[in-house]
């Protein structure tokens, strides 16, 4: 189902493609565990950063952008979360689907342990749930965030499959 | 996709001493796992839904009110066995259900209809109800064939979302 990634995804911001856009691809975090990622286009107006929860853009499942005023944005379909320090626009890289969180997942500083997560109506992050939005759930929090983000390892993703 | 197990989960949960890695998917004859420790325990059985119980997804556990999260809680997955509290072992994720499922209807009595929807109920530890309107978001199963005696048997249901 899922092809072996061995190369570490955090790191990956490609110019052309080299891998399977839109593909799915299984990594061992060492620290995580398994987790899955998928291989994206990055069109945002601003480059995909470390926890940068992504929507996936109008009629192309292989490109995504964290910025919801993107023209053409489909709202509340989260892509997945981007896990490299910088995916630059136009180019490529991994974001995660399942698994234990592998990077701090960007939040909008309300989102409390136990509680599931949708994409947020602000660029990069994510919101608990509310009434309406149960069918587009993208992770379950297990801590508290901070400011701006739920650590590493105290999330998992959910539904993104 | 995951890593392939070699005997079936069932029989290599409940150990004193953690025996698997966390976090990792795990896979054995169409259905997945994942592993961790089961503590907090109202006296695990098989089919139990166990929920998150720790900010590092290593513990789980079965009673609802030492979960995290407001009740109805998400579930983690469907425990495996009678687990002894504090001990390590598999819970399913994903596929066909493997074992029985403890649940029932919305009423608290009845048995579950085919085709309902399933989220963690949050009056008996353990016990999965059928969804209420505003719980979509916590569907961790559907049943596919109709309950009796308070459980789905095997092979009657389906994980939904847990991974």
Redesign the interface.
């Known amino acids: 189902m899922a092809t072996p990634l061995i190369e570490d995804p955090t790191g990956v911001d490609d110019v052309s493609p080299r891998y399977e856009i839109g593909g799915l691809y299984e990594y061992q975090d060492p620290t995580y565990g398994q987790v899955l990622l998928r291989y994206y286009l990055c069109t945002s107006t601003a480059a995909a950063g470390t926890g940068d929860v992504c929507q996936y853009v109008a009629a192309n499942a292989t490109a995504v952008t964290p910025d919801r005023d993107e023209t053409g944005f489909v709202a509340l379909s989260c892509g997945g979360v981007a896990v490299g320090s910088s995916v630059t626009t136009g180019q490529y890289g991994f974001y995660q689907v399942a698994g234990i969180g592998m990077v701090a997942l960007r939040s909008d500083g309300g989102v409390a342990a136990g509680d599931t997560c949708v994409m947020h109506s602000a660029d990069d992050e994510c919101d608990t749930t509310a009434a309406g939005q149960e069918h587009a759930t993208l992770a379950v929090a297990l801590a508290d965030d901070g400011a701006d983000s739920v650590a590493a390892g105290s999330w998992v993703c959910r539904g993104l499959l | 996709?995951?890593?392939g197990l070699t005997a079936n989960p069932q029989s290599l949960s409940n150990t004193a001493d953690q025996k698997y890695?966390?976090?990792?998917?795990y896979y054995y004859q169409g259905a997945y796992y994942r592993y961790a420790k089961f503590e907090d325990a109202v006296t695990y059985a098989e089919g139990h839904c166990v929920a998150?119980s720790?900010?590092?997804?290593t513990a789980v556990t079965n009673d609802w009110s030492a979960?995290?999260?407001?009740a109805p809680?998400?579930v983690?997955g469907v425990c495996l066995t009678a687990m002894t509290q504090n001990y390590y072992g598999f819970f399913q994720v994903a596929g066909i259900g493997k074992v029985r499922l403890y649940a029932y209807d919305l009423d608290g009595t009845a048995e579950v209809a085919a085709g309902k929807f399933l989220v963690m109920d949050d009056a008996t530890d353990g016990k999965a109800q059928v969804m209420a309107d505003?719980?979509?978001?916590?569907v961790f199963a559907v049943a596919t064939s109709a309950g009796s005696s308070s459980y789905i048997a095997s092979g009657n249901w389906v994980c939904k979302?847990?991974?």
């Open positions: 996709m995951a890593k890695e966390f976090g990792t998917l998150w720790n900010a590092n997804a979960a995290l999260g407001t809680v998400p983690a505003t719980e979509e978001h916590l979302g847990m991974i």
